[in-house]
């Protein structure tokens, strides 16, 4: 599971270090392996092996997926988008430009751990984000009906 927020720049060659806390939620047995692709809301989701084969399970199973022309957009770009990155022994990974760009980001990096995945996102963005979103935590929590 991954949880918190930190910020991190990318180094000259788009490399970006990821977080021992957020590391950590990756079982060994898993390797240090992340799938990263287009997200919602112009970041980048970053899954574990384990969670991106949970995420591609739950695609799958969708009845809907061949027939509906969005979701066979949706899936022509969540996973022709996708690239597979090892974290090198210094904790980075790279991100590729086809990548930053559709986020945004360009140097400053905030990474979001958002359960299954960790979600990066241009950090000036996300800092937009968190203070249009705070006051409004209450209400996104009983609009999604997540505490009953």
């Not at 060659?13 to 079982?27: D, F, T, Y």
């Not at 047995?29 to 112009?42: A, K």
């Not at 249009?132 to 505490?147: G, H, I, R």
Request: some cysteine; hydrophobic content about 45%.
């Amino acid at each position: 599971m991954f949880y918190g927020t930190f910020e991190h720049a990318l180094d000259d060659k788009s490399r970006l270090m990821v977080p021992a806390k957020l590391r950590e939620g990756i079982p060994e047995s898993e390797g240090r392996v992340f799938f990263v692709t287009q997200g919602l809301d112009r970041c980048l989701f970053a899954y574990s092996q384990q969670g991106w084969q949970a995420v591609v399970a739950r695609l799958q199973s969708g009845r809907e997926s061949l027939r509906s022309t969005a979701a066979r957009n949706f899936m022509r770009l969540f996973f022709g988008r996708a690239m597979r990155q090892e974290v090198d022994g210094a904790g980075r990974i790279l991100l590729p430009d086809a990548l930053k760009a559709f986020a945004g980001i360009r140097r400053q990096v905030a990474l979001v751990g958002v359960m299954d995945r960790i979600e990066l996102w241009d950090r000036d963005r996300w800092q937009r984000l968190e203070r249009t979103s705070q006051p409004k935590y209450e209400k996104f929590a009983e609009a999604a009906e997540l505490f009953g």
